[in-house]
């Protein structure tokens, strides 16, 4: 088994780990001047087992879409280790990684756009398993469990539809269905239900964690919207400017969180009690950084109500707060 010592919350053993990943985008302001990086992961290191959520939170821009998309190697990260059932596939060729692709999915925020609208729902699950190569019969049963599974029943009603004679939220169950066809081991969920009503959100996070539990499979659940990881997160990785600020067990992060603006996102948490809800909080005042060219030192300085002179010169190293919670804050080493 790998361990990395370095990143002692890694636990080297599990389905999917990233040691020191990174995902800097290179891009030219104009034809003839020099590419610049956006540093958008920065030194993430996570590790997810069977049947576990890691939920990836942090505001837009913070770089949770490129490091779910790392994950599954639809990127190609630029630096660290990734591996998946203890084998390397950081630098892998896409010819590779066609057992790696099997194994894994993706749900995408928008599930109308997700979906092919010339399709019938029956076609939209079933095309992986014809890239696949699974036989017709098998695939009839396999596109009637799936559905069931996301309670799209009876079935015969929906199989022939169509993306847009289905609601926001049937949309979302086709397309969960569609990922878990396959029966992969390890599925990014990224923003599955931010674009859904609020009455059909833990509809579809309840289906999510019934599926994960049952099939035993690892989940990264990426949101901005930290509320709703609660419904089946076992951990938590707060993400700013590309850097990780704070990891640990869901539960006692949210009940204690240490690092400044984990704190800032879970006191804008609206109250469920409409009397107390603010209407648009800012979740921190400030902007988040532009990752082309960052703050020195700890990334949220500028905007953090904390910060030292140190914060601005170098940056925190992860300190482990109580057992399994890690924070990257100056506010916490010894000096
Ligand atoms: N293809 C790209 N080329 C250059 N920069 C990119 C590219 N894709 C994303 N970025 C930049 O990388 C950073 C992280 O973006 P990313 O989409 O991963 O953030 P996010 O946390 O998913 O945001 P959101 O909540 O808005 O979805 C942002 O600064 C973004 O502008
Ligand atoms: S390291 Fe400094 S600036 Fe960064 S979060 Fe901690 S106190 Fe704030
Ligand atoms: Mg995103």
New binding site residues.
């Given amino acids: 088994m790998v361990s990395f010592t370095d990143t002692p919350w890694v636990d080297g053993g599990q389905l999917v780990v990233a040691h020191r990943l990174r995902m800097w985008?290179t891009?030219r302001p104009g034809l003839f001047s020099k590419p610049r990086y956006?540093k958008?992961v920065d030194d993430v290191s996570i590790s997810i087992g069977r049947g576990e959520t890691l939920a990836i939170v942090?505001?837009?821009?913070?770089?949770?879409?490129?490091?779910g998309r790392t994950l599954l190697r639809l990127l190609k990260p630029t630096g660290g280790e990734l591996l998946f059932d203890g084998r390397d596939i950081t630098q892998a060729k896409d010819s590779e990684l066609l057992w790696f692709r099997r194994r894994t999915s993706i749900v995408l925020q928008d599930p109308f756009s997700s979906l092919n609208p010339y399709h019938n729902v029956k076609f939209i699950i079933e095309e992986p398993l014809i890239i696949n190569g699974v036989s017709p019969r098998e695939r009839d049963e396999m596109v009637h469990r799936a559905l069931e599974e996301v309670k799209l029943t009876p079935v015969s009603d929906y199989l022939y539809k169509y993306p847009h004679q289905l609601s926001g939220g049937q949309r979302q169950r086709v397309a969960i269905a569609r990922a878990i066809v396959t029966r992969p081991d390890f599925i990014v969920a990224d923003?599955p239900v931010s674009m859904l009503d609020a009455s059909v959100r833990v509809e579809i996070l309840t289906i999510l964690k019934s599926i994960q539990e049952r099939d035993k499979i690892a989940f990264a659940y990426?949101t901005?919207d930290i509320s709703t990881a609660k419904y089946f997160s076992d951990k938590i990785l707060v993400?700013y400017a590309?850097k990780m600020a704070e990891i640990g067990p869901y539960r006692d992060v949210i009940k204690e969180p240490h690092h400044p603006y984990t704190q800032a996102l879970i006191e804008a948490i609206p109250d469920p009690d409409p009397k107390n809800r603010f209407s648009e909080r800012k979740v921190v005042g400030g902007e988040p950084p532009n990752?082309a060219n960052p703050p020195s030192g700890c990334r949220f300085h500028p905007r953090c109500p904390f910060a030292m002179d140190i914060c601005r010169r170098e940056e925190p190293p992860m300190i482990e707060i109580k057992k399994g919670i890690y924070v990257a804050c100056w506010l916490y080493v010894k000096r």
């Fill in positions: 985008y891009v956006v958008a942090g505001e837009s821009g913070s770089g949770k879409t490129t490091l923003e990426i901005h993400m590309g990752l």
